[in-house]
């Protein structure tokens, strides 16, 4: 009887952990189309028979795209600032709180376009030592006549801004295509593959799409912890913060920790991490120091910093490593010899 209610607590352990919670970041310039693609995707999930939530970020005090979603969609609103930097540490918040009050099937956030992605996604990775949480698209709207215009006449802060967010894409939306003529469409594209080597870039007429396949679960696979057996729990939970991986680019790797890690070989994986990762954050829990002790760290282009910490409530031990075109493999091994010391 004994082994199996053990059994049956490992079931249940085993489907917490893979209880993720996908992420869809919406970026694009003003008036690109960003609003409309996401009425799209939620048009697309409730034929599926799922429940999406909303964030929606606006830079005035008053959230008038909000206006255009259902009511019956769960929504936070983040007003009067911009999500990238001045209300950045609230998003992990509006996150968790949707995520504890609603259990969405997806969340969907929609920053504004004054917003650049990369600093948004660091924001978005907070989120990921309180919730499980993936990163599956970051999605660009593309305004294609708009984009035309100041790749020709201007090379101001609004064209930098709207390159970064295209460099940053896994998939691009080439929106308001019809507006464009045959040669034109082809010196955007061009543009685009230029500036970003690796996201799928779609053509549309308001936001609409036919293959709405990245989408499916199936399509960004959790893959089981390695080295996985039936007789022991993992240390290490691997979750999948990115695209295909033909589409890599912009990338974010979470890796959950079930038990504390030796400090000094911590320091050494993070000492020995490659120029192409150049983020990393989270919350550890030392094996060689007084009983109980967590750390929150910090990692970006070289520099650490630690901060010991007494956290709140259900707060995970988890790592996340940001950057471009990395090794996730070199990265796992290298969490296995973490462990293997610990």
């Avoid at 909303?54 to 259902?70: A, P, R």
């Avoid at 001045?86 to 992990?92: E, F, W, Y």
């Avoid at 660009?140 to 708009?146: A, H, L």
Wanted: hydrophobic share 35%.
């Amino acid at each position: 009887m004994m082994d199996t209610e053990v059994q049956e607590e490992r079931v249940t352990n085993t489907m917490e952990r893979e209880a993720v919670t996908p992420i869809y970041l919406l970026s694009g310039f003003l008036g690109s189309g960003k609003t409309t693609l996401l009425s799209n995707m939620l048009n697309e999930w409730r034929s599926r028979g799922l429940k999406a939530a909303v964030i929606m970020n606006e830079l005035g005090e008053v959230n008038l795209d909000g206006q255009l979603v259902d009511r019956e969609v769960p929504m936070a609103e983040m007003l009067g600032g911009c999500i990238c930097c001045s209300i950045r540490s609230d998003l992990g918040v509006e996150i968790g709180a949707l995520i504890k009050e609603h259990r969405p099937d997806a969340i969907c956030i929609e920053s504004t376009g004054a917003a650049n992605p990369l600093e948004t996604l660091d924001g978005v990775t907070d989120a990921s030592m309180y919730k499980t949480i993936e990163l599956r698209e970051i999605i660009t709207v593309v305004d294609g006549p708009e984009l035309l215009e100041r790749s020709r006449n201007g090379k101001g802060r609004t064209f930098k801004l709207m390159k970064e967010q295209i460099r940053c894409g896994t998939l691009l939306l080439l929106n308001k295509s019809d507006k464009l003529e045959p040669e034109q469409l082809v010196e955007v594209q061009q543009l685009l593959r230029e500036w970003n080597a690796h996201a799928r870039i779609v053509s549309t007429v308001r936001c609409e799409l036919e293959d709405w396949s990245w989408l499916d679960a199936e399509a960004h696979p959790v893959p089981h912890p390695i080295g996985a057996t039936d007789d022991r729990q993992e240390d290490v939970e691997y979750v999948e913060d990115s695209h295909d991986a033909s589409h890599r680019h912009v990338m974010a790797a979470t890796r959950y920790l079930d038990k504390p890690v030796d400090s000094v070989a911590f320091e050494e994986l993070l000492r020995g991490l490659p120029d192409n990762i150049y983020r990393a954050k989270g919350i550890v829990s030392f094996s060689d120091t007084s009983a109980g002790s967590r750390y929150l760290f910090q990692y970006a282009y070289r520099e650490t910093d630690f901060i010991r910490i007494e956290p709140q409530g259900e707060v995970r031990d988890v790592a996340v490593f940001i950057g471009e075109h990395f090794s996730k493999e070199w990265l796992d091994n290298r969490l296995r010899e973490l462990m293997s010391k610990s």
